[in-house]
């Protein structure tokens, strides 16, 4: 059986939760969202859902503790020992670290990271179109702002960690729904696969630069 993994990053807005949606039935992998995931908990009445409610509506991150147990009980499970889509984590650097870790472990390392590449202005106008169709709490321009800010402080280093290693591929992300699928299903046609785990601060980046699609 062939396995994917592939990890998706980007702002909010862009995209990246749709396209995972879109993978995820085409290579009949798990979609493994920690936003959906947190979501779901809250809508359950769950105690983690109690616990991280009030984080959620403000927009800051939940605590790493709370995330990394999550996604290590989640990527445990059957579904995903053919692979998965990984959406919404890592967000920061401790939450990177402790992918590798979890990745090496079990000795399943991602075959594509993909980058969705979009302005503040464009994520900004998606996600206030979708206020409206979805009714997130945390979709109000406030909340926004603030998440917004948290990706470009915290998880834009995450971006330039798997870049420096080579093994970024980004997407712009800024086209159709439609398009952006394609190129992503020509990327994983020709992933290399077992892409090394990014252990070393990137120092050993630049090899695998060419895979890199410029937007
Ligand atoms: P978006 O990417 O649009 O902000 P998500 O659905 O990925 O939305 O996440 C919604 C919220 O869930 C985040 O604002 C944060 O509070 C929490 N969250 C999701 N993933 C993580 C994570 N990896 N670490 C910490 N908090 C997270």
């Not at 420096?164 to 190129?183: K, Q």
């Amino acid at each position: 059986m062939t396995t994917i993994n592939v990890l998706v990053l980007g702002p909010q807005g862009s995209g990246k939760g749709t396209q995972a949606t879109r993978i995820s039935a085409a290579h009949g992998v798990p979609h493994v969202s920690t936003g959906d995931m947190f979501r779901a908990a809250i809508a359950d009445g769950t105690e983690l859902g109690r616990q991280v409610e009030p984080i959620l509506v403000s927009g800051e991150l939940v605590p790493d503790e709370l995330t990394i147990a999550l996604i290590r009980d989640r990527l445990a499970k059957d579904d995903a020992a053919g692979g998965f889509v990984l959406d919404g984590f890592p967000r920061n650097a401790v939450q990177a670290e402790a992918l590798d870790e979890m990745l090496r472990a079990i000795g399943r390392p991602l075959d594509a990271v993909l980058f969705f590449q979009l302005d503040d202005e464009t994520a900004t106008r998606r996600v206030g179109s979708r206020a409206h169709e979805e009714g997130r709490s945390d979709d109000t321009p406030e909340v926004m702002a603030r998440r917004l800010a948290i990706y470009h402080e915290q998880t834009e280093p995450v971006v330039e960690r798997y870049r420096a290693a080579g093994t970024l591929h980004t997407l712009n992300a800024g086209r159709s729904v439609a398009d952006v699928f394609a190129e992503i299903e020509t990327a994983l046609a020709t992933s290399p696969g077992q892409l090394p785990a990014v252990d070393d601060g990137g120092l050993s980046g630049g090899s695998r630069s060419s895979r890199e699609a410029s937007p």
